[in-house]
């Protein structure tokens, strides 16, 4: 997965270890490229819409995460 220059930006500003909210997360790409890189040992990936969140579950269990 390769994320786009707008989450590769935020990506870039979380410190090494971080335990993070994912807040608004939609497809749960970002939360997933933290774990997956070692950039962030924690991650909560949230939403409010249904739908969105499914696809953020559905992603992170496709992931290696």
């Known amino acids: 997965m390769k994320l786009d220059d707008r989450l590769l930006a935020v990506a870039s500003c979380v410190p090494a270890g971080a335990y993070l909210a994912d807040v608004g997360t939609d497809h749960g790409y970002l939360a997933i490229h933290l774990i997956e890189n070692g950039i962030a040992s924690h991650v909560i990936a949230a ?19």
Do not use: R
Not at 47 to 65: F, H, T, W
């Open 47 to 65: 939403d409010i819409g249904e739908k969105p969140l499914k696809n953020a579950e559905e992603n992170i269990k496709k992931s290696s995460v």
